[in-house]
């Protein structure tokens, strides 16, 4: 067997590694390989496989743990089931032991956790799931305790519109100020150049922006926009962006942390494999620079089932999930993002404790009926200085009568 160099493993996709780390271990069991040889090849299939798997501690001893299981799943709305249960450590009276529970893929892991921190967030006092922790969660980093960052990913269908029913640029505004939100990213912006940045965002915000009238004169809608918080550092590189609807943004921390945010909309009308060549050039490029890398995006590929990746329905869809597992990117939007249960607006991370608590916004905040506004955590070791006060009028309070009267003598 000649193994492949080293540039041929880069360059490889991830089934494709697979295969060949399947046939060194053949290899090693079949030839006097040292130990930690085969150990080192046998760990990353370990390393994929613990992203399945949570660890529910403090379990009373002799229970049925399947049953357990099954209850709490029922009690959290988790529609799945786990493949397998297992008890960790030795038993030992008055010690209730860990279990440790697979799913089928990480993003029933995901799923399963994301339904239980919901429900202990609705019952604080609830003992029936008390105990439950993700295996590969390490949101208590060494160092300098990260900050949660509020981030905010919404479909506008035409950000400046105001009509009688409604305006969209102060429902914008009361929305960040409400959420307290540090970055948004907002799709179908439909803005065009002789729209200021400061008729969308606040002064505290940053604002990059790809409008369609840049990239595409003649077409009406469409248009991307990230607003970032001025105390994070960011700049926009469009050295790394590709020929189509997409913003790659850098956010700079101490100690030369940074993080790249990578932004994009494939509108339903474009082709899927050229649409999925051009992201895969940028993510190359991204790859080579940033180790931490974050990919939202509205895809419009509403047929993919993100429970069940194994089973795909078109050529298209099945190219597109092994493009994102080649660049070791996880999927970590748990929630569908309106009444039909499609997935359009995607979360994708190469590191699955930087972005948390995915959760939807109350429908009346909605700019569009496919697209809830999807609220997520993200965490990140920049320190953030305290805005100044902000001063906000309270105009329930106005003196109406006085105010009639100022205007009334105003205009003699």
């Known amino acids: ?28 069991n079949n030839a006097d390989t040292p130990d930690v040889v085969i150990q080192s090849v046998r760990s990353v299939f370990h390393d994929n496989k613990s992203k399945n798997e949570i660890i529910m501690s403090k379990v009373k001893e002799g229970e049925n743990d399947q049953q357990y299981v099954t209850n709490v799943c029922k009690i959290i709305h988790f529609e799945g089931q786990p493949t397998d249960v297992v008890q960790l450590g030795r038993k030992k009276d008055g010690h209730p032991r860990p279990l440790c529970v697979t799913f089928s893929c990480p993003f029933d892991a995901r799923v399963f956790q994301a339904c239980f921190v919901e429900h202990r967030k609705a019952d604080e006092n609830s003992d029936d799931t008390k105990g439950v922790h993700d295996h590969h969660e390490n949101h208590q980093r060494p160092g300098t305790p990260p900050n949660e960052l509020n981030c905010l990913d919404l479909n506008a269908r035409s950000v400046k519109s105001v009509t009688n029913e409604r305006n969209k640029p102060v429902e914008l505004q009361h929305i960040l100020s409400t959420f307290e939100v540090h970055l948004v990213a907002i799709t179908e912006t439909w803005l065009t150049e002789d729209v200021l940045n400061s008729e969308v965002l606040p002064q505290n915000m940053q604002c990059h922006r790809n409008d369609r009238s840049e990239t595409q004169q003649s077409v009406r809608g469409g248009g991307l926009l990230l607003g970032i918080d001025n105390r994070l550092p960011s700049k926009r590189r469009l050295d790394l962006e590709c020929e189509c609807e997409i913003l790659v943004c850098e956010i700079s921390g101490p100690s030369r942390v940074n993080i790249t945010i990578t932004f994009i909309y494939r509108p339903p009308s474009s082709d899927c494999a050229t649409f999925t060549s051009l992201l895969d050039e940028t993510l190359c490029k991204v790859s080579a620079e940033y180790s931490n890398i974050c990919l939202l995006c509205d895809f419009n590929m509403p047929n993919i089932d993100w429970h069940a990746l194994d089973i795909v329905l078109s050529t298209a869809d099945a190219t597109f999930i092994q493009m994102t597992q080649s660049h070791a990117l996880d999927q970590l939007n748990t929630r569908a993002s309106n009444a039909q249960g499609t997935f359009l607006d995607l979360l994708f991370c190469n590191d699955s404790t930087l972005l948390c608590n995915n959760s939807h916004l109350d429908d009346e905040f909605n700019f569009d009926e496919h697209h809830k506004i999807l609220l997520f955590n993200m965490l990140l070791h920049f320190p953030l200085l305290h805005r100044q006060p902000r001063c906000i009028f309270n105009y329930k309070r106005t003196d109406l009568t006085s105010l009639f009267e100022h205007l009334s003598h105003g205009f003699y």
């Open 1 to 28: 067997m000649d193994l492949p160099s080293i540039s041929d493993i880069n360059s490889m996709k991830r089934d494709d590694l697979r295969g060949v780390l399947i046939d060194i271990i053949k290899k090693c």
